[in-house]
């Protein structure tokens, strides 16, 4: 049966040196069945009322503040070691309409921990809706990709291994989520240390949290323990910070 070749675009070329080096990360993943049913009223009172991708970044972002070892990478140079960051870099995942086709791009939104919502939600808004080239990791993302594998390879690693320059080239977390379309992802291959998804919040409010970690770096108890921690900052303070953001009629 006679096909066709279709040509790699620049985000899949770079999709492809991503998944090169995440392939030989030990990933593990651990989940947590959660009850977010106070933060769900809460969100759907809030005006404006954010996305759930903002809420999991700002809750994320201030339990990866408490655990340093959420904060840490394995780094090959000069010699390998854990390397770790004073503050959080999250790297989200998100969709986009490119050159005739949809894929995936990555933007970075800096310490989510103690960044206001209705900021959070404003980046991920802009990352999602914003034209691809009026956003600088987009761009440099497709410079990147157009370059030869021969050179791109080499620049990938020494980005992932650099210490000083992984944070600000990669995150110290990723986002990976795709649950408003009624499904989850399982596993998702990322040379991150941890990488946050979930699955379709329930009308109850009942959702699976995975976290898939760098066994490298972290065990597993560690990350049943930021699991239950991050349950308990989206139930603590960013529902707090949600009643907040209702009108004053409703909170009366």
């Known amino acids: 049966m006679r096909g066709r070749s279709v040509g790699m675009s620049a985000p899949r070329r770079f999709m492809v040196d991503l998944l090169h080096f995440a392939s030989r990360v030990p990933g593990v993943p651990v989940q947590r069945e959660m009850r977010l049913g106070a933060v769900r009223a809460a969100r759907a009172a809030a005006d404006p009322r954010p996305g759930w991708p903002a809420l999991f970044l700002k809750a994320f972002g201030r339990v990866a503040a408490e655990m340093p070892e959420l904060r840490r990478a394995f780094v090959r140079l000069p010699w390998c070691h854990i390397y770790e960051y004073p503050s959080s870099v999250a790297t989200v995942a998100v969709e986009r309409e490119y050159a005739g086709e949809r894929a995936v791009f990555f933007g970075r939104v800096r310490d989510p921990g103690e960044t206001p919502v209705t900021e959070l939600e404003a980046q991920v808004r802009a990352l999602a809706r914003s034209p691809v080239e009026s956003i600088k990791p987009f761009r440099k993302m497709l410079r990147f990709a157009r370059l030869p594998r021969i050179l791109r390879r080499p620049l990938m690693w020494l980005g992932l291994n650099l210490p000083r320059s992984r944070a600000h080239q990669f995150g110290t977390f990723g986002l990976s989520v795709y649950s408003s379309l009624g499904a989850e992802s399982l596993h998702p291959l990322s040379p991150l240390t941890v990488t946050l998804t979930y699955g379709v919040i329930q009308r109850g409010g ?3 949290v995975r976290l898939v970690y760098d066994h490298r770096v972290l065990d ?12 308990a900052e989206l139930n603590g303070a960013l529902c707090d ?3 907040e953001m209702a009108p004053a009629k409703q909170v009366a």
């Open 220 to 231: 597993g108890a560690t990350v049943a323990r930021a699991l239950a921690r991050l349950e």
């Open 206 to 208: 009942a959702v699976t």
């Open 241 to 243: 910070e949600l009643r």
